[in-house]
């Protein structure tokens, strides 16, 4: 399996952080207070799976 850790974006790392976050809390899928891990996968220019791992403290 290859990852690769995205860094070659062209605005300031906070920047599209927030956006990703933004977007996903209007969706649903994480809450304002998210701990966890999101993982998206992609077949074909479309999602073809969500995970989401919440970290309870």
Same mark, same amino acid.
């Given at each position: 399996?290859?990852?690769?850790?995205?860094?070659?974006?062209? @605005?300031?790392?906070? @920047?599209?952080?927030?956006? @990703?976050?933004?977007?996903?809390?209007?969706?649903?899928?994480?809450?304002?207070?998210?701990?966890?891990? @999101?993982?998206?996968?992609?077949?074909?220019?479309?999602?073809?799976?969500?995970?989401?791992?919440?970290?309870?403290?």
């Amino acid at each position: 399996m290859r990852r690769q850790v995205v860094t070659d974006i062209r @605005v300031p790392n906070s @920047v599209w952080k927030k956006k @990703v976050f933004d977007t996903l809390h209007e969706l649903n899928i994480i809450p304002e207070t998210f701990s966890g891990k @999101v993982v998206i996968s992609f077949k074909e220019g479309g999602i073809s799976y969500i995970e989401k791992t919440e970290t309870l403290k």
